[in-house]
């Protein structure tokens, strides 16, 4: 059996390999990971930046108990916002949380049965929102048709010869 002599940058490139590791491993276990309302946060951001938009509709506005926290404090209450929309003939129902968007919009100004627009993810329907901190689907009330108070009468004496 032969052994052969290891040199002096062999065993620094494996020094230094393993120092590399080693940091990557405390760092992968150290980190800060995101909290939840974070990753809400990012992901309405990516919405607002990439999402495409549609008609939808808003079905109920509701309050719910969240589920406990892992430390044992109890349930806060959830202000959800109910929609549903329609894309590629896929009926899509979701809710979202706006208890944190409070600064954005008052719960008792949105009213169910209204339009909305809805923002969604293209690869991805499912994941929409209506409502971010920069931008706003709600619609402020129904559409109004405008009204002509006197419409000028039409000219039809070309129509019907004979007649005046």
Request: glycine share 10%; proline share 8%.
């Amino acid at each position: 059996m032969t052994i052969s002599p290891t040199s002096d940058w062999e065993i620094a490139a494996g020094l230094t390999s393993i120092v590399g590791l080693g940091a990557a491993a405390l760092w992968l276990a150290f980190r800060k990971r995101p909290t939840a309302e974070e990753l809400e946060r990012a992901r309405r951001r990516l919405l607002v930046q990439s999402g495409r938009l549609v008609d939808g509709m808003l079905l109920d506005i509701c309050e719910v108990d969240a589920p406990a926290e892992p430390n044992g404090a109890a349930g806060r209450m959830l202000t959800m916002l109910v929609f549903s929309y329609r894309i590629g003939g896929v009926n899509y129902e979701c809710s979202q949380d706006i208890t944190s968007l409070s600064d954005v919009l008052v719960p008792a100004n949105v009213r169910a049965g209204f339009p909305c627009t809805v923002r969604y993810q293209p690869g991805n329907p499912q994941n929409s929102i209506v409502v971010a901190e920069e931008w706003t689907g709600l619609r402020l009330g129904l559409p109004q048709l405008p009204v002509f108070e006197d419409p000028d009468p039409l000219d039809l004496s070309h129509l019907r010869p004979g007649r005046g």
